[in-house]
């Protein structure tokens, strides 16, 4: 089997396995994803991501990302930060502002450097759509939730009991009303003004954070006048700083990203 060279990051403990495709090719990206994801027989991780240059002039790099399950997400907001940090650190670019291409459209990483060192990425989410999905219209019985898709779809309920998401998390990523599954937070806003955020990711489980999920529950925070336009959103992994700009309607998200290690691992049936 051929091996191939990987990095492991995280971002508030959003764990994925990095790989600069720049340089190295895997053909069976959602084989690899599920093998190298596995907790106690792989790497362990949320997920693969590939980094690659850009085929269009519009952005520099890009990204495709494979839930634990081998499914292919169209985005994902804390595996962009660590995206950022790595080309900047390992030196594929000097640019503190990057753009890059998703499934979900072009995203700006605006880096904040310390001493040489990424310290923490904002990124540029776009705009939030609120479509409530038609096929929804059909369903009774559902909690009263908020659909939020920053690229890919969310349903935010807010309750007293976050902890749920274990046991009610599979079950709505899965309902008849989300076709094409649907990732689920279970939010809670505390005292001081900061919302406790839980998540269930369509493909990966419970994940110690959700960078799109953090912008969700920021926006349905905000629609359903919980909070106004900037939420610190607390999620089992650390602390995201999510504003939502009124001048342009765009979601900022803001937070950390950190290497683990490097290493090297094989191929599935290559």
Not at 28 to 56: C, F, M, N, Q, Y
Not at 151 to 165: E, K
Not at 186 to 204: C, H, M
């Amino acid at each position: 089997m051929s091996k191939i060279r990987f990095t492991k990051m995280h971002g508030c403990g959003n764990d994925y396995i990095y790989v600069d495709a720049t340089q190295q090719h895997i053909a069976d990206l959602a084989e690899t994803a599920i093998k190298w994801s596995d907790r106690h027989k792989g790497i362990g991780s949320d997920g693969l991501v590939l980094i690659d240059r850009s085929p269009v002039p519009e952005a520099d790099f890009t990204m495709r990302i494979f839930n634990a399950d081998g499914s292919e997400a169209m985005m994902c907001g804390n595996a962009s930060r660590c995206i950022g940090k790595y080309l900047f650190e390992r030196g594929l670019t000097a640019q503190t502002e990057i753009r890059l291409l998703t499934l979900s459209g072009i995203k700006t990483l605006l880096l904040h450097i310390n001493n040489n060192k990424v310290e923490s990425v904002t990124v540029d989410m776009g705009e939030p759509r609120l479509d409530v999905p038609d096929q929804f219209q059909s369903y009774r019985g559902l909690d009263t939730g908020t659909f939020v898709s920053m690229g890919n779809p969310h349903y935010v309920i807010f309750t007293d009991d976050v902890d749920q998401v274990g046991e009610r998390g599979p079950i709505l990523e899965h309902h008849p009303a989300f076709p094409q599954r649907c990732n689920i937070e279970f939010a809670r806003v505390l005292p001081a003004g900061s919302i406790r955020t839980r998540v269930w990711e369509r493909g990966s489980g419970i994940t110690q954070a959700c960078g799109t999920g953090a912008c969700a529950t920021a926006v349905a925070a905000s629609i359903s006048g919980r909070a106004g336009r900037t939420s610190d959103i607390v999620m089992d992994g650390g602390t995201l700083h999510i504003e939502w700009r009124e001048a342009d309607n765009h979601v900022l998200m803001t937070g950390p990203a950190a290497f683990v290690f490097d290493g090297e691992a094989e191929i599935p049936n290559q």
